[in-house]
């Protein structure tokens, strides 16, 4: 660690010192606020903004974290090849994913209890700042505002839903019917999770419940549904019951009440056959379901195969299986798998404007952020997220340019490699606070 003599501390280390430092006053905050210049520093701010408990809720991993901070180190591996003397003057950082147009190859991965950060709007916050962005927003089944809510908040803003299976199908699927009918326009379904990952910190901080006011409001289902129920225990209320009563050593373990344990690729099949009788029946432009959770070639060839439209890299930010492979490193072998059969989409350890330009040149179609929507939320709500996301669009431009790039398609492989050495050169990077 540095000390505060050393004259030539880069600003975000003195950053680091001043926020870990100052007591936190409106005016002390502001005053580091003025200071952020780059996603990471919002992590700083939040960690002496928040209780502890809930900042590390939000911040750590499983296990020995390695995961955790591999997502973040494994970009560091990578190396970029610029191009150079290539004409960027009008450079672009627009994509198109299922037919939507994005303003730039950067989206906030679905998560749940944004309320946690910004209890005001909580994911309405998040969803206007990705409507002001142009970009997609993935709103989990887990949310503190419901489907119907965040696209009252945000109508203009491009939005999946993002379900897991629970034990009660039809529950499940009258979440994605209700989703569809508001308008979200595809379907993440998160596999990663039969199990929720155990995270130490929470239990040391007793972090065992959502804390009040806040709310699983998805579980309330406001409105009536034309898909009917045949379980006893598809209420709102009992649901919640369940997941808030089960008193685990921590939180998320409740989850395990609720979600289904024996899941296949049937399934998977299962739910894209209803997804298109809802779009269906509610004369929607088809619906895409994307699979959040894949880290293998195997299991990409038989999400496509089950009927997935596209595939989703994620280790849930280091929190579900610890000691599995970094995102952006088990991407390769997840688009040579899918051979430009359907988009790849990566999230993990994203936190700069090279990180997205290296795992477009490893061949995802766009990336999720998921941890510095929270801490920006936590810091300057609906505008950190703003803020953040556009750090990353300028971050972006700059390395596209900076590699000759004037579009994304112009990003391709050979843009990166690997150090010749093996080695890394980096120095070391704080994943976790
Ligand atoms: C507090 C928190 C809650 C999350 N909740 C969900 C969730 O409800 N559903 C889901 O699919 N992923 C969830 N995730 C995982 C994110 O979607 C995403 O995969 C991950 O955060 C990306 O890594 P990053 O945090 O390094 O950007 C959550 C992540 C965090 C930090």
């Not at 939005?159 to 569809?180: E, M, N």
């Not at 596999?191 to 579980?219: I, W």
């Not at 598809?234 to 939180?251: F, P, V």
Request: with cysteine.
């Amino acid at each position: 660690m540095h000390t505060m003599h050393t004259p030539s501390l880069p600003t975000s280390d003195l950053l680091l010192l001043f926020a870990l430092t100052a007591p936190t006053t409106p005016i002390i905050t502001k005053i580091k606020m003025t200071l952020i210049s780059n996603v990471n520093d919002y992590q700083i701010v939040a960690k002496t903004k928040l209780p502890k408990a809930l900042y590390e809720y939000l911040a750590s991993g499983t296990d020995d974290e390695q995961t955790l901070a591999e997502n973040i180190q494994a970009f560091k591996h990578w190396y970029l090849r610029p191009r150079v003397m290539r004409p960027v003057k009008d450079l672009s950082t627009v994509v198109t994913l299922f037919g939507h147009t994005m303003k730039m190859p950067v989206f906030c991965s679905p998560a749940g209890v944004h309320a946690l950060c910004e209890p005001e709007q909580g994911e309405c916050a998040t969803a206007k700042a990705c409507e002001q962005m142009g970009i997609l927003f993935g709103l989990s089944q887990h949310s503190t505002r419901s489907i119907e809510q965040v696209q009252e908040a945000a109508p203009n803003c491009l939005k999946f839903y993002q379900a897991y299976i629970l034990k009660d199908r039809q529950l499940t699927l009258r979440l994605v019917q209700r989703a569809i009918r508001a308008g979200y326009q595809g379907i993440f379904l998160t596999v990663d999770s039969v199990r929720f990952g155990y995270r130490e910190a929470d239990a040391r901080n007793g972090f065992n419940a959502l804390p009040a006011p806040h709310r699983l409001v998805n579980y309330d289902e406001p409105n009536t549904s034309s898909v009917q129920s045949t379980s006893n225990n598809s209420s709102g209320s009992s649901m919640e019951q369940t997941y808030n009563g089960a008193k685990h050593k921590a939180w998320d373990q409740n989850s395990e009440l609720m979600f289904e344990q024996n899941l296949s690729w049937a399934d998977v099949r299962w739910l894209k056959d209803q997804i298109n009788a809802i779009a269906g029946q509610h004369h929607s432009r088809p619906i895409p379901l994307i699979i959040k959770g894949v880290m293998t070639a195997e299991d990409a060839q038989l999400a496509l195969q089950a009927g997935a439209d596209g595939i989703m890299v994620s280790n849930h930010g280091g929190r579900q299986l610890d000691a599995c492979l970094a995102s952006i490193d088990a991407l390769p072998e997840v688009v040579d798998a899918v051979a430009g059969r359907a988009p790849v989409l990566l999230d993990g350890g994203i936190r700069r404007g090279t990180d997205v330009v290296k795992a477009l040149a490893l061949g995802a179609t766009a990336v999720g952020i998921g941890k510095p929507m929270f801490f920006a939320l936590a810091v300057e709500g609906q505008q950190g997220v703003l803020n953040t996301l556009q750090m990353l669009q300028q971050e972006t431009q700059a390395a596209m340019a900076l590699c000759g790039c004037r579009s994304v398609d112009e990003i391709t492989r050979q843009l990166v490699t690997r150090h010749p050495n093996g080695t890394f050169g980096g120095r070391f990077f704080r994943a976790k606070l």
